[in-house]
């Protein structure tokens, strides 16, 4: 079974994602896997300096992406050009490493912006997690210092919550407290695995 895991900005995905990597699961990351194709000597990064220019560089030679971010998080046609460059690395990627996973074991692909790629059908199953827009916004000022107008700019780039819950098969309600997401999250991956719920 093919699994895809995703929820808009400061949902609480990474959270999710390491709870279900804890409880067995092989969780294919997207965001790493984006990090890593464009790498310091990688043609991903040749390739987006070509795109770019190289005030994208820092001073050590790698991405600056807060510069990057700056860019195509202000201009759709911009960001667009980016994620031609990354998504098909990722993708390539990310088939190579669940490949690789042990068999009979569930493959989980932590993708942020699996709606908003279409990648959804691809998937047997897609998790999302959901938090209302607001808390969205409010988490992302208190724990990653973005001003207001950032996060709410953050959170208007990526799809809405309605259109991420109509592409869910299991949905996490990430309202309540760590302990309340602990046991959705080892519901739903009893769920996925078609073992019974203890307790």
């Not at 043609?43 to 001073?59: A, W």
């Not at 959804?120 to 207001?148: C, K, M």
Request: net charge negative; glycine share 10%.
């Amino acid at each position: 079974m093919r699994v895809g895991l995703t929820g808009g900005v400061a949902s609480g995905k990474s959270t999710v994602s390491a709870m279900l990597r804890e409880l067995g699961a092989v969780v294919v990351d997207a965001d790493a896997l984006a990090r890593d194709v464009v790498g310091m000597g990688t043609p991903g990064l040749e390739e987006v300096v070509t795109e770019f220019g190289p005030e994208v560089l820092g001073v050590d030679g790698n991405l600056d992406r807060a510069r990057l971010g700056a860019i195509v998080f202000a201009d759709p046609s911009r960001r667009a050009a980016l994620e031609a460059i990354i998504h098909p690395r990722v993708r390539a990627r990310a088939a190579e490493l669940e490949e690789a996973a042990p068999a009979g074991v569930l493959v989980v692909h932590d993708i942020p912006l699996l709606v908003e790629t279409g990648q959804a059908p691809s998937f047997d199953a897609v998790v999302v997690v959901d938090v209302p827009e607001a808390l969205q916004v409010e988490r992302a000022i208190a724990d990653r210092g973005w001003s207001p107008d950032e996060a709410r700019a953050r959170v208007a780039a990526q799809a809405t919550r309605a259109e991420r819950l109509a592409a869910a098969t299991h949905v996490v309600d990430n309202t309540g407290t760590i302990a309340d997401l602990r046991q959705r999250v080892a519901e739903v991956l009893d769920e996925l695995t078609g073992t019974e719920v203890a307790g």
